[in-house]
């Protein structure tokens, strides 16, 4: 993938790509293999078995309002002693966390960048499935406004659901889990064995859209959220293990847009 090495607005660039319908433009491969995916799975199962020190895990590495792909949305899963921490929680977050092995009663804390939906739609759907599979209620989630309320709406549509299945399941309704609302760049949180400081970043019109830095005892790991090249985030990053960052693959959304354009889909 390319980096975006200028600001061009996801609206602009479909804007553009549809005003200009006859250019040709070679196919870029969109879609990651099954049988690929499946073997990364096992891949990182079998690295998480017996793991030494800190491990990220990819979970989701695709992006924008596209179901059915075999790379999933926006999703991070970091495994520590024990103890596991997700940053993001696009469409897919929840397969793909119980594909890694990993168990739910490890998940200590959620993070969420910003709120586009590839990036926060499974949220509420990964502690309703992962209450049932084991997770702790002492679960903690951190972002932007209006987190706090966005959770307590969730539990509120969810509560027949889990008023349901507590009785099925004959387990403790799920509760309400304590929110965070990160508004600016410093200190998040910090537990017995990780602390998090986020960063502003420019991802117009989401505001605030925050990246992220993870300073485990044995490396750190740094995530950029979606946002233009910024000198904050190379600043966050900096004497870090791993930056994962944001890139826009442009050839390949070209092609797709090309092909919602054919297909008769309308570009605003
Ligand atoms: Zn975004």
Redesign the pocket.
Known sequence: MQYARHFVS?RNFLTRIAAAPTLAVAAAPMVARAEDVDAAAARARAALKAPKGTKLVLLGTG?GPVPGLARRM?SNLMVHNGAAYVVDCGLGVTDQYARTGIPFSALRSIFI??H?P??NVEYGPLLMIGWTSGMRQSVRAYGPPPLMQMTVDYFRSAKPTIDFWAEDFRIPPLQTIEVHEIRDSGPVMQDDIVKVTSVLVQ?PP?KP?LGYRFDFPDRSIAFS??TVALEAVAQIAKGADVLVH?AMDFPAIEVFVRQQIAAGAAVV
């Open positions: 996801r992006s926006a960048t910003h586009h590839d990036h991802h989401v859209a959220g979606d944001e």
